[in-house]
Nanobody, 124 residues
Framework: QVQLVESGGGLVQAGGSLRLSCAAS????????MGWFRQAPGKEREFVAL????????LYADSVKGRFTISRDNAKNTVYLQMNSLKPEDTAVYYC?????????????????WGQGTQVTISS
């Protein structure tokens, strides 16, 4: 069982930056691949980024590539999402998720545990 708690969301102007954090409970954090997803009002939840258990492999959605960076600190049981050059279309609730399988998944169904989400709002 893993409990995930996101933080760091807020309201920023376009072009600004935010750093999201996701703190995980339990002593087996390093055995989970981690992902970030987002969901805007009226839209489906979409993949943003993922990181492997060791942090050696990352993958990004085309819409955020070059602007967002996912990282993790297994000693702190935390995964991060650094978001730069933010755009109004990045506005959404951002969720972190933990994947117990060995395959990295871009699909929400591939994840076993989810946080409650944190709101990110980008003003134009």
């Amino acid at each position: 069982q893993v409990q995930l708690v996101e933080s760091g969301g807020g309201l920023v102007q376009a072009g600004g930056s935010l750093r999201l954090s996701c703190a995980a409970s339990g002593r087996t954090f390093s055995s989970y691949g981690m992902g970030w997803f987002r969901q805007a009002p009226g839209k489906e939840r979409e993949f943003v980024a993922l990181i492997s258990r060791s942090g050696g492999y990352t993958l990004y959605a085309d819409s955020v590539k070059g602007r967002f960076t996912i990282s993790r600190d297994n000693a702190k049981n935390t995964v991060y999402l650094q978001m730069n050059s933010l755009k109004p279309e990045d506005t959404a609730v951002y969720y972190c998720a933990a994947d117990a399988s060995v395959t990295a998944s871009k699909r929400p169904s591939g994840y076993d545990y989810w946080g409650q989400g944190t709101q990110v709002t980008i003003s134009s």
